[in-house]
């Protein structure tokens, strides 16, 4: 079935580390990507989103995501994380075609330890 | 930026009953309104697209009948659940997209509602 996976569930980090979050899809053809962010006790909000052009996509708070089309792949990195970056990270895809439907990948939960 | 209110934000409800749960737009136009629901520990599924002045469109797994969505102006969608039993205990989240078109149109998240049914 087609899908959006995410293959890290659970990262544990220190502050200043680099992050990179995995996000692969499965859906041929064009695609808008995105990741959201959930901080504890709050809702989904949008980090970044690629639809064309470059990319490699810079969003809020210093995160970025590249776009590698021949892997199926949209990953999200940040060079040095923050504590206030203990979150839960989801990928999400909007197949082509008509539909305009989000589809979610399975999180990840950030933690950073300070 | 774009506001989606979304009430209640928590809920207990007795096995049996109904239980309504509003989405709105606050400071823009909402064609399309998407109804998600996230289990613990779980990603969002999306379970239902809300299309104003029309039928919803379910998605598969998903029974219309138990979970009635109602879209009659361009500013808010409701999610029913009918009666409701333990295991429609879960996190809904509603979603509404601003009436723009590709290729910046962006997807604003309501605060959730955590419903209960004992």
């Known amino acids: 079935a087609q899908s959006v996976s995410q293959h890290n569930h659970h990262v544990i980090l220190s502050e200043a580390a680099s992050l990179e979050l995995g996000c692969n899809y499965s859906y041929g053809g064009t695609v808008n990507l995105f990741w959201y962010v959930q901080y504890p006790g709050q809702h989904l909000q949008l980090l970044l989103k690629?639809?064309?052009?470059?990319?490699l996509v810079k969003g809020i708070k210093g995160f970025e995501a590249e776009f590698i089309k021949s892997k199926f792949s949209f990953n999200l990195r940040k060079p040095s994380v923050q504590w206030s970056d203990t979150a839960e990270y989801f990928c999400?895809?909007?197949?082509?075609?008509?539909?305009?439907?989000?589809?979610f990948g399975t999180g990840t939960l950030l933690a950073v330890q300070p | 930026g774009a506001v989606v209110s979304q009430h209640p934000s928590w809920v207990i409800c007795k096995s049996g009953t109904s239980v309504k749960i509003e989405c709105r737009s606050l400071?823009?136009?909402?064609?399309?309104m998407f109804w998600y629901r996230q289990f613990p520990k779980q990603s969002l599924m999306l379970m239902a697209t809300s299309n104003e002045g029309s039928k919803a469109t379910y998605e598969q797994g998903v029974e219309k009948d138990k979970f009635l969505i109602n879209h009659a102006s361009l500013t808010l969608s409701t999610l029913t659940v009918t009666s409701a039993h333990p295991e429609d205990s879960s996190f809904y989240i509603c979603?509404?997209?601003?009436?723009?078109?590709?290729?910046?149109?962006?997807?604003?998240f309501g605060s959730g509602t955590r419903l209960t049914v004992v």
């Open positions: 400071d823009f136009q909402a064609t399309t």
């Open positions: 690629y639809f064309s052009g470059d990319p």
């Open positions: 999400a895809v909007i197949p082509g075609g008509a539909t305009n439907k989000l589809i």
């Open positions: 979603s509404a997209r601003e009436h723009r078109g590709p290729p910046n149109y962006g997807y604003t």
